[in-house]
C-alpha cells in the first residue's frame, strides 16, 4: 500500500511527512530538485547516471522538500526538536566519490556553483573552509572519498558552516553495493544532535541551532560525484519537528 505524505502545521509550526517510497506522480510537486538530481523508479537520484549505467563525473544535485520547516521561533526563543530517518543506496566500484548528506540550511539557499566533487552540493568552493554565516548549513555527511580537509578513512561527519567536520566516525566501506539506514535527532532541551547509522558508527554533537542556522530552513539531501564516481540514490524519508 502506498502511503501519501503527510504535512502537518500545528500552532507552533511543528512539521511531519513521511515517504515511504518516491514512486508517486505528487513527488515532483512536495520536492524541490536542483542540479542534476531527480525522482526515478521509486528512489531520488541525486546524481546523473546515464542510460547505459555509468555515472556521470563531476554531478550534484540536491533533493528538498518544498516547503520550509520552523527550526525556531523568534518571538518566544523556543527551538524545534526534530527527529529523521530515511535510508540510501551507495553503489561503487574500487574507485568511489564523493558522498552524499541530509543537511539543514537557509530557505533561500541555492545550490552553489563548483561545487562537485569533495564539496557535496552544500559549498561554495571559495567560502567551504571559513565557517561563515554566509554558508548558513548544518549537514550530516557520508563521505566515501578523502579529500585533503578529510580524515584519512570512509567516515560520517557533521559538518556545521564548513566542509571540515567538526565531529565524525569512521565507517568502512567495500566495493559493491551499500544499503544504509539513518536516524538523525536533534534534541532542543539539550541541544544534542546526533547520528545512527544502523549497523554502523553513531556520532553526536553539543550544538544550538539557532545560534547558526535561520529561524526558518529547508531540509533534505544532497549528492555530487566528481573524477570518481558512484550511485547515490535516496529510497525513503520520514521527518518531523515539535516545539513541545
Do not use: C
Not at 37 to 62: C, E, H, M, W, Y
Not at 171 to 176: D, F, I, K, L
Request: hydrophobic share 40%; no cysteine; net charge negative.
Amino acid at each position: 500500500m502506498l502511503l501519501v505524505p503527510l504535512l502537518l502545521l500545528h500552532r507552533d509550526f511543528d512539521t511531519s511527512f513521511i515517504f515511504p517510497n518516491f514512486s508517486a506522480a505528487y513527488v515532483n510537486s512536495l520536492l524541490f530538485f536542483e542540479g542534476d538530481a531527480s525522482s526515478s523508479k521509486g528512489v531520488i537520484q541525486l546524481t546523473k547516471v546515464r542510460d547505459d549505467g555509468r555515472v556521470v563525473p563531476n554531478s550534484v544535485g540536491r533533493a528538498t522538500y518544498a516547503l520550509p520547516v520552523r527550526l525556531w521561533d523568534a518571538q518566544t526563543g523556543k527551538v524545534a526538536s526534530f527527529s529523521t530517518s530515511f535510508s540510501f543506496n551507495i553503489s561503487f566500484g574500487r574507485s568511489n566519490g564523493d558522498g552524499i548528506s541530509f543537511f539543514l540550511g537557509a530557505t533561500e539557499s541555492t545550490m552553489p556553483l563548483n561545487s562537485f566533487g569533495g564539496y557535496l552540493g552544500l559549498f561554495d568552493p571559495k567560502f567551504a573552509f571559513t565557517n561563515t554565516d554566509r554558508n548558513q548549513i548544518v549537514a550530516v555527511e557520508f563521505d566515501m572519498h578523502q579529500n585533503h580537509w578529510d580524515p584519512p578513512f570512509t567516515h560520517i561527519g557533521i559538518d556545521v558552516n564548513s566542509i571540515t567536520s567538526v565531529a565524525s566516525a569512521q565507517w568502512e566501506m567495500h566495493p559493491g553495493l551499500i544499503t544504509a539506514f539513518v536516524t538523525v535527532t536533534y534534541q532542543a532541551a539539550s541541544q544534542s544532535l546526533s547520528v545512527v547509522v544502523k549497523n554502523g558508527p553513531t556520532i553526536s554533537l553539543m550544538i544550538d541551532l539557532k545560534t547558526v542556522l535561520p529561524e526558518w530552513v529547508r531540509v533534505g539531501f544532497s549528492g555530487a560525484t566528481g573524477r570518481l564516481t558512484e550511485v547515490h540514490q535516496i529510497q525513503s524519508w520520514t521527518f518531523g519537528s515539535s516545539f513541545d
